[in-house]
């Protein structure tokens, strides 16, 4: 019986997991939100001193819930829900994958259900009111598919250009200003990319499948590439190898080192790494498990779920000698951990499979909790 119950459980996460890296295109079920509707003229305008933040959902398909952004004060815990479509009269679209404020305006990619379902894209979003700069998604051509429009994953900003990586195995360069204009775009030998940092004028993506994989998951690889040949072509994309199944990366000033995390198999044996350059070795920070993990001047943070106990795992890593140190997470309320971001000494928790963002301390205590209404929290953007 705990072997089948294990299998069933196993299922279940697996298919909760469809909005994040591993979708298997084939079995998702969600309707298609064009990106064809239209913004009313509707604002809602807060007068509120204290900090605010916008809180991403990725929705689900099971459910057929599309992505969500929720406005959240975190001084009093006060959330509005979907404010997205609230104020703008439309559905955000069918997966929130990214969400990142820049020059004072809040960037948010969304992909459709599958390669070509042709309603991903990205919102550009006035943090003040909530209200999109434009009436419908603004799309982009698939630098590999021709005839179709991309699929966005996540993002990177470097010098006024925003970089976007698509789940093709792409990268497209628009500008930062007018995202409806694109620079340029690269092709990488690979697919199912993923997370995506800038450092130094090369581009930097994860790759969580292989060229011609049908389904993510079985990727090894980071491409990096000059962001000077946006060409269209896969001409100059180099690789190094990861552990399998890598998922997003991240820069630190402070010690110089890139940092990545990985999935492994089924997106369910988790792993932290780092390395100093493409060629320099890749080292694994000892006992850190990673689905998702924040970078810090000081710290990492990571949060993972042992699909063993079903319990919910997160270290804090110092980044002077990548050492990684467990918190000690409340026994209640339980949940399945699948985001992580740190502000003003407090870490934010998304939840995996449900709608709720838990506000927890450096140690790992539970200070707050709050209710988005719409499962897989993907991330929070504090914009004051």
């Known amino acids: 019986m705990k072997k089948l119950f294990y299998f069933f459980s196993v299922c279940t996460v697996l298919l909760s997991m ?5 979708n298997v295109f084939e079995d998702e079920l969600i309707e298609n939100v064009s990106g064809a509707q239209t913004r009313s003229s509707a604002s809602i ?3 509120e001193t204290s900090t605010l933040a916008y809180i991403l959902s990725e929705g689900d398909w099971y459910s057929k819930t599309p992505g969500s952004i929720s406005r959240y004060n975190p001084s009093t815990n006060a959330i509005r829900t979907d404010f997205f ?3 703008n009269g439309v559905s955000l679209g069918d997966t929130g994958n990214d969400m990142v404020l820049y020059n ?3 960037y948010c990619l969304v992909s459709g259900h599958d390669l070509t379902s042709n309603d991903g894209g990205l ?4 943090p003040t009111t909530g209200q999109a700069t434009t009436r419908t998604i603004i799309q982009f051509p698939d630098p590999k598919m021709t005839g179709y429009k991309a699929m966005p994953r996540h993002m990177a900003f470097d010098n006024g250009i925003l970089y976007i990586s698509t789940y093709s195995g792409g990268v497209i360069a628009v500008s930062a200003t007018d995202p409806t204009k694109v620079i340029g775009c690269k092709v990488l030998p690979a697919k ?3 997370g995506i940092c800038v450092v130094n004028d090369v581009v930097y993506v994860c790759n969580s499948g292989k060229e011609g994989d049908e389904t ?4 090894n690889t980071i491409s990096y590439f000059s962001t000077k040949s946006l060409d269209g072509t896969s001409k100059g994309v180099s690789t ?4 399998l199944n890598p998922k997003l990366i991240k820069y630190s000033p402070k010690n110089k080192l890139f940092y990545y995390n990985a999935l492994g198999e089924n997106a369910m044996n988790t792993s932290l790494h780092y390395f100093a350059s493409v060629s320099g070795g890749d080292y694994t920070v000892k006992d850190a498990k990673a689905s998702d993990f924040d970078l810090t001047e000081s710290h990492i943070y990571t949060v993972d779920v042992d699909w063993q106990s079903y319990k919910t795992k997160m270290f804090s890593v110092n980044l002077s000698d990548n050492v990684a140190s467990p918190l000690t997470l409340p026994a209640s309320p339980r949940f399945f951990g699948l985001s992580v971001k740190y502000h003003n000494g407090l870490l934010y928790v998304g939840e995996s499979m449900g709608p709720r963002l838990f506000v927890l301390s450096e140690s790992g205590s539970l200070v707050n909790q709050a209710n988005t209404n719409v499962n897989n929290v993907n991330t929070i953007v504090f914009i004051n």
Request: aromatic share 6%.
């Open 123 to 126: 919102w550009v979003i006035n």
């Open 85 to 87: 479509k609230t104020v």
């Open 18 to 22: 469809v909005a994040c890296s591993n």
């Open 192 to 194: 199912f990319s993923e």
């Open 104 to 106: 004072n305006m809040i």
């Open 45 to 47: 305008v807060e007068a």
């Open 240 to 243: 190094m190898q990861t552990a």
């Open 216 to 219: 993510a998951g079985n990727g």
